[in-house]
């Protein structure tokens, strides 16, 4: 990891540890696509819950949204701001696919779910290793950074 991106040692640990995990381009590749997919999956079925305190309607989608900044704004200011870069489309996405028929909705959901996971797995089998989470939960939530801060530093912006 570049130390001039991140001043974050116990991140950069993190994310050390995660690429240790995911060395060959094909492994990240899968990455890029698995990960944000899975995202949207649960945008899609957190939306079907639905409830409106104070007459505000709010979705399981939105408090997963709001969560997933809250957690990643602690860790690094910058990184959360590039995750809801591509978080917010989706969920926004999700939104709508939500409020489908929920025959649809479901599918919808379903299937990119175990396509953003068969991609997780593909990239495993292509790297010949076994998933980090495997070894360690907490990568599951390092993953979005990872991929977040892999497309920070190749579209050169600084954090």
């Not at 709001?66 to 489309?89: E, N, T």
């Not at 409020?99 to 797995?121: D, E, I, K, N, R």
Request: charged residues 15%; glycine residues 8%.
């Amino acid at each position: 990891m570049s130390a001039d991106l991140l001043k974050n040692e116990k991140l950069k640990q993190d994310l050390d540890s995660y690429l240790s995990y995911h060395k060959t381009q094909g492994n990240r590749l899968t990455h890029f696509i698995g990960i944000p997919l899975i995202f949207f999956s649960l945008f899609c079925s957190l939306g079907w819950f639905r409830f409106a305190p104070l007459d505000l309607p709010i979705s399981g989608a939105t408090l997963f949204l709001l969560s997933v900044f809250l957690f990643y704004f602690q860790v690094h200011k910058g990184l959360a701001g590039a995750v809801m870069v591509w978080c917010i489309p989706l969920f926004l996405i999700g939104e709508e696919v939500a409020v489908m028929p929920f025959g649809l909705s479901f599918v919808v959901s379903s299937l990119t779910f175990a396509m953003g996971w068969a991609f997780q797995f593909w990239g495993h089998a292509i790297e010949k290793n076994r998933p980090a989470f495997r070894t360690n939960l907490s990568h599951l939530g390092r993953g979005p950074l990872f991929i977040t801060y892999e497309w920070v530093k190749l579209l050169g912006f600084k954090l």
